[in-house]
């Protein structure tokens, strides 16, 4: 393997890689580096791209951290985040539709009695969120567990808060025995995702904004059921149009209702996919 030019070098490479153990693996690495090169080639890369290509993903490497993930962020904006939900969610007609898991969701979330407020504190329009979790026949799903978090009204989460100790916006409950669910909370914003860092410098250099529509998370987990990761959109809100992490589905878009004191109602039922459907 000696004297290796542009016309032999793809075969070379993908021809190492033929005593990976793992099969999958082996297909993964293949399949990437035929793609690669072929990017390399159809855009004819220049040395200086190549190398303007490693900074920038170096300095995804630098700003990273335990309460930052550069790299989430960037496969969010290219859509490869979206994409990989969208082949490995494919569920059957009624389910309600998975979306993006984000970089906020935080483990062992405090746990609520239903009815808590569970913004405890964060800044925001007061907001009742009820709903039901069903099966795909309409049955209640008894005891579903519910992880929500959401941002407050500065469009931050509560990670985002620089020395704030404590969850905000954020917590776990379960259902009851009839899959009713219900807490209070505040009505979620539209909101920038971190664009302070290399993926903010490329959103702003290919002129696109850094937006997300108003929205709360969701993970739903119920033994028997696929785990559900979505978010419910709040209709009206701009940007659910041009979602900086292309996230939005029309059948999570919902109307947050106005009451007569102010407050907001929100309404949603969940339909989880069974474990052993596909
Ligand atoms: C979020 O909705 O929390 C989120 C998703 C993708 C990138 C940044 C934030
Ligand atoms: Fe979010």
């Known amino acids: 393997m000696r ?66 993930q550069e790299f989430i962020l960037l496969s969010d904006v290219l859509g490869l ?6 082949m ?57 567990h519910l992880d929500v978090w959401q941002s407050d009204e500065d469009g931050l989460y509560d990670v ?10 954020r917590g776990t409950l379960n259902a009851d025995a009839q899959g009713r669910y219900h807490f209070r909370s505040i009505v979620a914003v539209p909101y920038a995702i971190p664009h302070d860092g290399p993926v903010g410098a490329l959103l702003e250099a290919t002129g696109r904004h850094p937006w997300r529509p108003a929205h709360l ?9 696929q785990s559900l990761i979505t978010h419910v959109f709040r209709d009206q809100s701009d940007y659910l149009d041009s979602d900086a992490v292309f996230g939005v589905r029309q059948s999570l878009v ?12 929100l309404e949603y039922d969940f339909v989880l996919n069974p474990a052993s459907a596909q």
């Open 81 to 86: 985040s979206m994409l990989t939900v969208a």
């Open 254 to 265: 919902c109307d947050w209702v106005p009451q007569p004191d102010g407050s907001y109602l």
């Open 217 to 225: 998370h969701f993970k739903i987990d119920a033994p028997g059921y």
């Open 160 to 169: 985002q808060h620089e020395g704030l100790t404590q969850a905000q916006a």
């Open 3 to 68: 004297n290796l030019n542009q016309d032999n070098i793809t075969q070379a490479v993908i021809a190492s890689f033929g005593d990976t153990r793992d099969p999958r693996l082996k297909e993964i690495m293949i399949s990437l580096v035929q793609h690669l090169h072929a990017f390399a080639r159809e855009v004819k890369l220049t040395e200086a791209e190549w190398f303007a290509g490693i900074e920038f993903l170096t300095r995804c490497g630098h700003i990273t951290d335990e309460r930052r």
């Open 88 to 144: 490995n969610q494919d569920k059957p007609h009624g389910c309600t539709e998975a979306t993006v898991f984000g970089p906020f969701h935080v483990k062992n979330a405090p746990h609520y009695e239903l009815g808590a407020d569970i913004s405890n504190g964060a800044k925001g329009t007061p907001c009742l969120v009820r709903g039901r979790v069903l099966d795909t026949r309409g049955q209640p799903v008894a005891g579903a």
